[in-house]
């Protein structure tokens, strides 16, 4: 069991005015130490209310049940301060859309050293030189440091969002549809900076996304929601040549492939209750 | 061969300004002599990353960018030197599906009234009208109880295929599709690919379809225009362009399509 660096078991999130309306129910999975698990599905799937309970960021109008352990604590269990301390230093996120989470009125320099600062007590100078090195490692010239968002490109700022996201070498990072809102060249960036950066600071990752072409690209092992449910998870080879479930197949046939002739199936929901009732 | 559009040496300059009192000017071709050719009947796509000029492209075509240099040819006329009576005649036949359906539909306005507008600036009786709406809601997949609602009540897919409704329903020509799956979930993106497919046979209609997702190339395009800083990189048949690139862009940009495991 060491070997996880996140283990979740019968994770429920809820309204807290209608308790009984699952919109996360009763999932169970780990993320493994240097690996990336990624949690595919379609948008309501939960995947993102996933890795906010994670963080502990879910809206005051909702609550969860069960066990999040990370690295052999509880999350649920801490109090605000802990958490607080653990977010961003052990557990760090990045978000879909890098426009709307940066400050834009505050220097990129300023904001990558705010969240350097939150943690640890380097000196004015010392911390100059983390900003310089973070902005190296995600291959932005540190003469940038002084740009607001507004003047970098969308790519650029999801790497600023990574920076951010690094600065303390998170153990385990959430990143919650990086590549989405970015250009096909972009995201082929983006994610080979993840990959490299995971293997660097062996990092752990959770990545979140709806589109098998990334799992394919980036994931160890595959977990596939739907309606608040985990219908399949296994490694990444297995689920994408042989899926078992009926969802993941015909989430499958929905994604267009650039290399054969496959005529796009759309999921057919009628048909999937069947089968799903079936097993 | 019959071209529905053709467009020769299209140019358009921006400038930006910089400085104090704007004094440092730099220009930046966002069309730089771009030409291309449309079948009837036929969908063409334009695929490039943000900054290509391909969305300014789309919009030079319909004449919301006034253009610097160049000849539009439309269903043998020249779009270019229309008068602005004649050219709200012509526009009925060009219209646009939008990337961002949470962005391009009125949230003050119900469906019904979305739908109505286009029929009405184009002097549409009233009788058709109401039977026009019915059949084409019917015909993206929605309801004709979902006329009475607004926006926010749809999800994303819905919205498109609101978008798409509004689109066809003066019966135009030529469709100019601006991403309109990029925003959405793969399994919505297959719904709505599939239904533009259905549409076009149905309707004869000519797709200009603006994308960066090649894999959506491959799926719906005849041809493929390739762009980069305002010019034309790659244009030809989309099988030729997607197994024998020419250009080292093209190759790049395929090489970028997610799922595609590099040579490590």
């Known amino acids: 069991m060491k070997n996880n660096i996140l283990e979740i078991s019968n994770l429920k999130v809820f309204p807290k005015v209608n308790t009984e309306k699952k919109l996360v129910n009763s999932i169970t999975f780990n993320v493994q130490r240097g690996k990336t698990t990624c949690i595919v599905g379609e948008s309501g799937s939960g995947k993102s209310l996933t890795a906010l309970s994670i963080m502990q960021l879910l809206s005051q109008q909702l609550d969860l049940s069960g066990k999040i352990l990370f690295k052999g604590s509880n999350l649920c269990k801490m109090d605000s301060e802990t958490i607080r301390r653990k977010r961003g230093n052990e557990i760090a996120m990045i978000f879909q859309e890098p426009m709307t989470s940066l400050n834009p009125v505050l220097t990129i320099r300023y904001q990558i050293e705010e969240s350097i600062m939150v943690h640890t007590n380097l000196s004015k100078k010392q911390l100059g030189i983390r900003v310089n090195e973070l902005l190296n490692l995600v291959a932005i010239n540190p003469d940038r440091a002084n740009s607001y968002p507004d003047e970098l490109s969308g790519g650029q700022r999801q790497r600023v969002m990574i920076a951010m996201a690094m600065s303390c070498n998170p153990d385990l990072l959430i990143a919650d549809e990086p590549t989405t809102a970015l250009d096909v060249t972009v995201q082929s960036q983006i994610l080979e900076l993840l990959g490299q950066l995971k293997k660097k600071l062996k990092m752990s990752m959770l990545f979140i996304t709806h589109d098998f072409g990334v799992v394919s690209d980036i994931a160890d092992d595959v977990i596939v929601m739907y309606q608040g449910k985990i219908v399949e998870q296994g490694p990444v080879d297995l689920i994408l040549n042989k899926p078992k479930h009926p969802y993941t197949k015909a989430l499958l046939q929905c994604v267009p492939d650039a290399l054969g002739k496959k005529t796009l199936k759309p999921i057919d929901y009628k048909k999937l209750e069947r089968a799903m009732a079936a097993i | ?264």
């Open chain 2, 1 to 264: 061969m019959s071209y529905l559009l053709s467009a020769k040496n299209l140019s358009k300059q921006y400038t930006q300004t910089q400085g104090f009192f704007s004094r440092k000017k730099t220009v930046i071709n966002a069309l730089d002599n771009v030409s291309l050719n449309i079948k009837k009947g036929s969908t063409l796509a334009i695929v490039g990353e943000s900054g290509s000029g391909k969305s300014t492209l789309a919009r030079s075509l319909i004449r919301l960018v006034n253009i610097d240099k160049g000849q539009i040819i439309f269903d043998g006329k020249d779009f270019l030197s229309l008068k602005s009576s004649a050219l709200k005649i012509m526009r009925k036949n060009i219209q646009m599906i939008f990337q961002d359906p949470y962005a391009s539909l009125n949230p003050r306005m119900k469906i019904q009234l979305i739908m109505e507008e286009p029929l009405l600036v184009h002097n549409v009786g009233a009788k058709i009208i109401k039977q026009k709406i019915d059949v084409m809601i019917k015909r993206v997949g929605l309801n004709i109880s979902d006329l009475d609602k607004y926006p926010h009540q749809f999800s994303g897919g819905q919205r498109q295929r609101i978008g798409i409704a509004r689109a066809l329903i003066l019966e135009p020509k030529l469709v100019i599709c601006d991403e309109p799956v990029s925003a959405l979930d793969v399994s919505v993106q297959a719904q709505i690919v599939q239904l533009l497919k259905s549409l076009q046979k149905e309707f004869g209609l000519t797709y200009l379809f603006i994308t960066h997702d090649l894999r959506i190339v491959r799926h719906i395009a005849d041809e493929v225009v390739v762009m980069r800083h305002g010019k034309v990189v790659e244009t030809g048949k989309t099988d030729i362009i997607f197994q024998n690139p020419k250009t080292s862009y093209t190759k790049k940009l395929l090489a970028s399509i997610p799922g595609i495991k590099k040579p490590t």
